[in-house]
């Protein structure tokens, strides 16, 4: 299974990025997929994860409102619709993947490379 992760760049703050994660070597069905991300000097957070397998999404607090998780499963993608930037989501945005359920993709071996995010205030 291999990730790629692409769609990150500097933006203003009250700015949008979507970012895409491309999933090769298995199909999405019942996989679980997450973003999280790790800015310099902090913990790796989760910030969104969809189930393929019965459809529930999760968003951490503070991306509520902001961020929208979605998937395309004729192009085996996994999005994520990011609005009204802030300078604290700035980040190395990842996606990983595990089956089945949300609360085991932390645990994953399953990593893309990361894309960074920049929003300047």
């Known amino acids: 299974v291999q990730l790629v992760e692409s769609g990150g760049g500097l933006v203003q703050a009250g700015g949008s990025l979507r970012l895409t994660c491309i999933v090769s070597?298995?199909?999405?069905?019942?996989?679980?997929i997450g973003w999280f991300r790790q800015a310099p000097g902090k913990e790796r957070e989760g910030v969104s994860c969809?189930?393929?397998?019965?459809?529930?999404?999760y968003y951490l607090d503070s991306a509520k409102g902001r961020f929208t998780i979605s998937s395309d499963n004729a192009k085996n993608a996994v999005f994520l619709q990011m609005n009204s930037l802030k300078s604290e989501d700035t980040a190395v945005y990842y996606c990983?993947?595990?089956?089945?359920?949300?609360?085991?993709?932390?645990?994953?071996?399953?990593w893309g490379q990361g894309t960074q995010v920049t929003v300047s205030s």
């Open positions: 969809i189930s393929r397998s019965d459809g529930s999404k």
């Open positions: 990983a993947t595990a089956p089945f359920s949300c609360s085991i993709v932390p645990d994953t071996n399953y």
């Open positions: 070597g298995t199909t999405l069905e019942n996989y679980a």
